[in-house]
């Protein structure tokens, strides 16, 4: 099994690169099976060379250690984020394999949310040395963003507009008080998204509410509503306009480091 992960072989030119794309690859191949400490070296550091000087033969030293399980997941530092909304983007699981590479994505799932300005993963010693704990320390960055803009156009006249991105949203996440509001505590941390977009003119005007739930129901499904209204002005008549859309979409992932890079 070993020796199919390796990207040498016998009467190949001796390449430093490809050896160490190969001790890489027997290291995620532990690292894949629980095996957290597991060590791939050179012997002697280096290529053992034949006397008749015509090619070297590469041996490699692994150190296996023993398998580690996750005792406990920690998530720390958000302050503002619900503890699920990062826990579904963790594919490992308490009691399961300590798999890093699997932990390595996830790391990069968080990231790819973009409600964090730093995600810090660590391994934590317990009482018992073949369990471990995964701890993850986040640092929430800003999640919200307002944009005015203003023009005039030579058949529409002028054109405002007002947008307020936010993500993060919590529907469901109502403010206590006041200062709730001022401190951007209130409507923060469920993992949805909202955009609110006012675009008014002397001629023209559209307004434009957008929701988006990326877990319906907790699971791997998507949704989102879209609410838009226009009015348009023009001598001898107007025209009004309302629209709703919906739709339903579902994430795949597929095994495979072509495929599951995330």
């Known amino acids: 099994v070993l020796e199919k992960l390796l990207t040498v072989e016998v009467g190949d030119r001796l390449r430093d690169l490809d050896i160490q794309d190969s001790m890489e690859a027997l290291r995620n191949f532990y690292r894949e099976n629980a095996y957290?400490?597991?060590q791939v070296t050179l012997k002697n550091?280096?290529?053992v060379y034949r006397?008749?000087?015509t090619g070297a033969g590469v041996v490699f030293v692994i150190d296996e250690g023993r398998p580690v399980s996750i005792d406990r997941i920690v998530i720390e530092g958000n302050e503002k984020t619900k503890d699920k909304v990062?826990?579904?983007e963790i594919s490992l699981v308490p009691g399961g394999p300590l798999n890093t590479v699997e932990l390595r994505k996830s790391v990069g799932r968080l990231w790819d949310l973009r409600y964090f300005s730093r995600v810090d993963p660590s391994v934590r010693d317990t009482?018992?040395?073949s369990r471990k704990?995964?701890?993850l320390r986040v640092e929430e960055g800003s999640t919200g963003n307002i944009r005015f803009s203003a023009g005039i156009n030579s058949n529409l006249g002028l054109l405002g507009d007002v947008t307020i991105t936010k993500q993060n949203f919590d529907l469901f996440d109502w403010p206590k008080s006041?200062?709730?509001?001022t401190e951007s505590r209130a409507f923060t941390g469920g993992g949805q998204f909202l955009r609110l977009s006012v675009s008014p003119g002397t001629t023209y005007s559209t307004f434009r509410v957008t929701y988006r739930e990326p877990w319906l129901f907790d699971h791997r499904l998507g949704g989102e509503v879209d609410f838009y209204k226009s009015l348009l002005f023009r001598p001898g008549y107007d025209v009004d306009r309302l629209g709703f859309r919906m739709e339903v979409d579902k994430?795949?992932?597929f095994k495979g480091d072509e495929l599951d890079d995330r």
Do not use: H, M, Q
């Not at 006041?178 to 509001?181: E, P, S, V, W, Y």
């Open 36 to 38: 957290y400490a597991a």
């Open 45 to 47: 550091a280096d290529y």
């Open 51 to 53: 006397s008749e000087g």
């Open 86 to 88: 990062i826990r579904r």
């Open 127 to 129: 009482a018992d040395p």
């Open 133 to 135: 704990d995964v701890v």
């Open 178 to 181: 006041f200062r709730d509001l």
């Open 251 to 253: 994430r795949f992932t």
